[in-house]
């Protein structure tokens, strides 16, 4: 299973079907005495820091895969690294034996070991809590309300607003245009490229994060906007 920036192309009507599914592969993959993956490559070093110790979408939702894959950002510098969770009863490799697409090298581990040791010194998890309520907040009470048709789903300092309810691609591309062109680089993502991607530094500023939040409200109303005009024309 990959639960990991995929599930935010689910529009919410669909979310409680994955989470069924999820319950049901592990009954399935049990009664076969079959171990169960989480991919978490993307998203395990942002959630983690947001005080999940096992953080993936899945765990948090309480499913409990056997093996976890990590990957990308862990190095905490961007260097290629590679590391893979398992239960203990599971590990029946001896040393050098498990092979992974990056595994690592020199830089990237002592990096990681900074970025751990950064992440304890200045308290990166209470930062990213406070952060996260910000988005969560904010999110819900500047951007919901902007059309009844937004979707908002997000963990920790990863979030998506789904748009795709009242607007098609071009609708979002020009959202992150107007972004572009106030300063606030975004992403899109999910089902026809209309789930507007939030995930920003964990180390970002309260006062970035916030001027970068006004930014994708102002581009949403200017988009929303232009196309209920455009409907009053055609009708």
């Known amino acids: 299973m990959k639960p990991t920036l995929s599930q935010f192309r689910w529009r919410m009507k669909r979310v409680s079907i994955f989470e069924k599914l999820e319950s049901n592969v592990r009954s399935y993959c049990s ?17 983690a820091a947001a005080g999940q110790a096992n953080s993936s979408p899945s765990n948090v939702r309480g499913f409990e895969p056997d093996l976890i894959t990590l990957s990308k950002s862990i190095s905490g510098y961007g260097l290629p690294m590679y590391l893979l969770l398992l239960k203990p009863e599971l590990d029946l490799w001896t040393p050098g034996e498990h092979n992974g697409t990056f595994r690592g090298n020199q830089p990237a581990f002592v ?5 751990l040791e950064f992440r304890d010194r200045a308290a990166l998890e209470a930062q990213v809590k406070q952060k996260e309520e910000f988005v969560r907040s904010f999110l819900d009470k500047e951007i919901k309300p902007l059309h009844p048709s937004i979707a908002i789903r997000g963990l920790g300092l990863i979030w ?12 979002a591309k020009r959202m992150t245009e107007i972004s572009f062109e ?3 680089i975004i992403e899109r993502a999910g089902r026809g ?17 916030a001027a970068g939040c006004d930014i994708i409200k102002s581009s949403m109303q200017q988009v929303i906007s232009q196309e209920t005009q455009d409907l009053l024309v055609t009708t």
């Not at 490229?193 to 994060?209: A, F, G, N």
């Open 193 to 209: 490229d209309c789930v507007l991607k939030i995930m920003p530094p964990l180390t970002v500023s309260m006062e970035h994060l």
């Open 31 to 47: 009664s076969f005495a079959a171990g169960t993956i989480s991919c978490s490559l993307p998203t395990r070093f942002k959630s």
């Open 160 to 171: 998506g607003i789904d748009v795709s309810g009242f607007t098609y691609e071009a609708g």
């Open 111 to 115: 990096a990681a070991k900074a970025a």
């Open 182 to 184: 106030n300063g606030l």
